[in-house]
């Protein structure tokens, strides 16, 4: 039995093709966010959200999405900009993933109704959407 030696897609098409580890080696703070739901803890997510709160959700991430981490850096906290949450806040336990050294940030979705989470590279990942205001003190 032969082994086919298989052609990376570069040397079959002649060109750069751009790949996840292409995008992950790009500045990220020039890049808008992309957001990653993967690590919800349950009883603060989407489904959690009365409509109203899921439609101003939705326009958050698509205003931000169109943003570099740079702008939403320089905007205010209260606009489309961050600020980090301390742990000692936080009424509720991240899920183990999350450790210490890790920083949580909070945007705003809904007037001071926030989303929970942390940048990794360009990826935001959101742990928690807030909007009665009970995961940490404001």
């Not at 961050?82 to 183990?96: A, F, G, N, Q, T």
Request: hydrophobic share 35%; net charge positive; aromatic share 8%.
């Amino acid at each position: 039995m032969t082994k086919r030696k298989l052609r990376s897609p570069k040397s079959i098409q002649g060109k750069t093709i751009k790949t996840p580890l292409a995008v992950s080696l790009e500045n990220p703070d020039l890049q808008p966010p992309i957001f990653s739901f993967e690590h919800m803890v349950d009883g603060y997510c989407v489904k959690s959200c009365e409509q109203e709160d899921r439609a101003a959700f939705a326009s958050s991430l698509h205003k931000r999405g169109k943003l570099s981490w740079r702008d939403l850096r320089h905007s205010g906290r209260h606009q489309l900009g961050s600020e980090k949450i301390e742990r000692s806040s936080l009424k509720i336990s991240l899920p183990p993933k999350i450790t210490p050294d890790i920083d949580i940030i909070a945007f705003r979705f809904h007037g001071k109704k926030s989303m929970l989470g942390y940048k990794d590279g360009r990826i935001f990942h959101i742990l928690l959407l807030d909007p009665k205001l009970k995961a940490y003190n404001h």
